[in-house]
T-cell receptor, first 113, second 116 residues
Framework: GAGVSQTPSNKVTEKGKYVELRCDPI?????LYWYRQSLGQGPEFLIY????????DSGLPNDRFFAVRPEGSVSTLKIQRTERGDSAVYLC???????????FGPGTRLTVL | AQKVTQAQTEISVVEKEDVTLDCVYE???????LFWYKQPPSGELVFLIR??????QNEISGRYSWNFQKSTSSFNFTITASQVVDSAVYFC?????????????FGIGTKLQVIP
């Protein structure tokens, strides 16, 4: 596909469960970002990957959140022991390099019951 | 720390009216980028513009124009002759330019409703 894709589009889970959210960046984009957007708020930075490595994970709220990008393309955001406060839209963005314009995916809406 | 303030949470205008969305930012960085994004009801963020802090020239793109004033730390966005398709949430955002990547700080957004 031409744009950033994210799966699933919606995820409903119960408190305490583990979830994985997937991001497929635009082909060839080396930079990948995750953001979290709570209802009525702007997106908040979570983590930035350059290639396979997490160059800046300062936005991850706590150690229940973890993200990987093992082959420098697809990335997975992993949330352990989910809490109701984790409910939000998780957005992924990619860019051809760290300095370039970010293209956003449609997001995954996570609801923790 | 960086901060972006969008004081207008919701604006309603009648189609064909002009509308200005305000944005005020705070940063200690000497070089930075400013952005505007559009988020239509479908939810996907659409990039509109990026300006470097060195470039204070105003920019016009069709019905859109941006007014960057470093002296007042503002980066306002004007839509001329608004259309119903302009209805969306608009985010102003900021990132430091010297990092080599863009850790973007977003404002809370302004919801624009254009009434036919």
């Amino acid at each position: 596909g031409a744009g950033v894709s994210q799966t699933p589009s919606n995820k409903v889970t119960e408190k305490g469960k583990y979830v994985e959210l997937r991001c497929d960046p635009i082909s060839g984009h080396t930079a990948l970002y995750w953001y979290r957007q709570s209802l009525g708020q702007g997106p908040e930075f979570l983590i930035y990957f350059q290639g396979t490595g997490a160059a800046d994970d300062s936005g991850l709220p706590n150690d229940r959140f973890f993200a990987v990008r093992p082959e420098g393309s697809v990335s997975t955001l992993k949330i352990q022991r989910t809490e109701r406060g984790d409910s939000a839209v998780y957005l992924c963005a990619s860019s051809s390099s760290g300095r370039d314009e970010q293209f956003f995916g449609p997001g995954t809406r996570l609801t923790v019951l | 720390a960086q901060k972006v303030t969008q004081a207008q949470t919701e604006i309603s205008v009648v189609e064909k009216e002009d509308v200005t969305l305000d944005c005020v930012y705070e940063t200690r960085d000497t070089t930075y980028y400013l952005f505007w994004y559009k988020q239509p009801p479908s939810g996907e963020l659409v990039f509109l513009i990026r300006r470097n802090s060195f470039d204070e020239q105003n920019e016009i793109s069709g019905r859109y124009s941006w007014n960057f004033q470093k002296s007042t730390s503002s980066f306002n966005f004007t839509i001329t002759a608004s259309q119903v398709v302009d209805s969306a949430v608009y985010f102003c955002a900021l990132s430091e330019a010297g990092r080599g990547y863009q850790k973007v700080t977003f404002g809370i957004g302004t919801k624009l409703q254009v009434i036919p």
